[in-house]
């Protein structure tokens, strides 16, 4: 049986639909140029946007006569049998050789031209003739003297633009789609330097292994007012260049997601041909999900504790209002207060000139206290008490003091000096089922799982109240009532008086 060759014809208007296609954002072709600079060694690009053109140039290796031509060709395997750069051994970007056709979305023609030693050349890659010249794939190519102050390197610049490109959305493109932060690599937007973003806040660092290479990078957990849901999720890089954000189950985590950032990088992956998403059914995409869900269980926590953390300075604030009115409502009625008398000042008194103060607790005993030098003259019979040996005295043994009891690190403790003791706040996790509010000596405990606190927490101005009602409360079961309705009498009066302005 005789046997013939099938020849293969490829429809030159085809490979520029697909390439259109796959490249559905014009704006990507710029970040395809940038990235093959990158790949060639570039240390440098100037990326350059002018009203009918664009020039993307770099100071990379520049190409040769042979390079032209595997530039033109169509899935060169070059880039997989060498995923390597020559002189930085940069793990290379680019894999599939279609983006330059991709440029033909925006323009109806681009020029290469570079320089690589002695030899430099030119070609026009114009839209209209190349389809016009039927199956021949011959572009003019022409050769250009070498300019050795020049240097190597290469530039694209791409004419009759098709479409206007912002410079801000450009800015913005390029910000997240190239490698920025690779070392000896800079880019230049119309002639200032791109500079990769730094997001304050609590830093995850992220350094997993997978069967198929490391996941390494870092998640930032931003302030909350830094928070934003336009670029919401976890930037996932491929060689240096962000692939897409995944939020990895974060979109069940309310608002407090949107402050989460950052990129991890996954060199292994395997990523569609345009460069916009992942071969979801691969099994490295799958070892990769599975790390990312640890770590993400790790940044739910942190975010858990930074949130405690903000709830704690609200609540503080909050305590603390809360016992600035219960002190003044003491001060109006010292009969309710089981500290002792109460005043508004938060000093204590201070001696003054000679006589000074008696503090509260020796006023009482003032009486009794002997006065040097001074003898009863009307008692001749009186024993003298300079003569007479003091009589030993017994230290009273001192009632312990209960210590305030934390179920959780995270549990708020203000201490306030309130009469002649005090009294010391615990807030802490109860439980929703545990009691609203209890005390044990001076120690008062809040439960902040309850739903009445839960609901009340909400608002700064309905926490205070709702905390100034459970101290009240407890402050007045301290003083021993002798009904559950006198109890409620006195908590009643105090916060009434806490919440009267002052002037009233």
């Not at 290469?112 to 026009?124: D, P």
Request: hydrophobic letters at 35%; one cysteine or more; charged letters at 30%.
């Amino acid at each position: 049986m005789e046997t013939s060759t099938l020849p293969i014809r490829v429809d030159k208007s085809h490979l520029v639909t697909i390439g259109e296609r796959l490249y559905t954002e014009s704006i990507e072709l710029i970040r395809e140029l940038v990235n093959n600079a990158y790949d060639a060694d570039a240390t440098e690009v100037q990326v350059t946007l002018a009203e009918n053109e664009i020039s993307v140039a770099d100071n990379g290796l520049g190409m040769d006569l042979e390079g032209l031509r595997e530039y033109f060709t169509i899935g060169t395997p070059d880039k997989r049998l060498n995923p390597r750069s020559a002189r930085f051994g940069r793990l290379r970007i680019g894999q599939f050789g279609i983006g330059k056709f991709a440029t033909l979305s925006a323009c109806e023609q681009f020029t290469v031209r570079t320089q690589r030693g002695a030899f430099a050349a030119e070609v026009i890659f114009d839209k209209v003739e190349w389809e016009r010249g039927g199956d021949r794939w011959d572009l003019p190519l022409r050769l250009l003297p070498s300019d050795p102050g020049q240097g190597d390197g290469t530039a694209v610049v791409l004419s009759r633009l098709r479409r206007r490109f912002d410079l801000v959305e450009v800015e913005r493109h390029l910000l997240d789609s190239v490698p920025l932060r690779a070392p000896d690599f800079s880019v230049l937007l119309n002639g200032r330097r791109l500079i990769p973003l730094h997001l304050p806040g609590h830093r995850v660092p992220v350094l997993e292994g997978t069967p198929y290479g490391p996941v390494l990078g870092e998640i930032v957990i931003v302030p909350a007012h830094l928070a934003s849901t336009l670029e919401m999720g976890v930037e996932v890089k491929v060689r240096q260049v962000t692939v897409r954000r995944e939020l990895f189950g974060m979109e069940a985590w309310g608002r407090e997601a949107a402050r989460v950032k950052g990129e991890v990088h996954a060199d292994f992956l395997p990523v569609t041909a345009d460069r916009s998403g992942f071969v979801r059914d691969s099994e490295e995409y799958r070892a990769f999900v599975e790390i990312m869900q640890v770590i993400m269980e790790e940044v739910q926590r942190a975010l858990g504790r930074l949130s405690d953390r903000k709830e704690q300075r609200r609540t503080r604030r909050a305590v603390k209002e809360a016992f600035v009115r219960i002190q003044r409502a003491l001060a109006r009625n010292p009969d309710l207060s089981p500290f002792g008398p109460v005043s508004l000042g938060a000093a204590e008194p201070k001696a003054t000139g000679g006589g000074g103060v008696v503090p509260d607790g020796l006023r009482r005993h003032a009486s009794v206290l002997p006065v040097q030098g001074v003898q009863e003259a009307t008692s001749p019979t009186a024993p003298d008490l300079a003569a007479t040996p003091a009589a030993p005295q017994l230290a009273k043994p001192r009632k312990r003091k209960p210590r305030v009891r934390r179920l959780t690190p995270h549990a708020v403790v203000h201490r306030v000096r309130l009469g002649e003791t005090g009294v010391t706040c615990c807030l802490d996790h109860f439980g929703p089922d545990g009691p609203e509010a209890s005390h044990e000596g001076t120690i008062i405990y809040v439960n902040t799982d309850h739903p009445l606190y839960l609901r009340n927490s909400r608002r700064r101005e309905t926490q205070t109240l709702h905390l100034t009602r459970l101290l009240t409360q407890e402050i007045s079961l301290m003083k021993e009532p002798r009904t559950p309705r006198q109890a409620f009498e006195r908590q009643s009066k105090l916060l009434r008086d806490a919440f009267i302005d002052e002037g009233e």
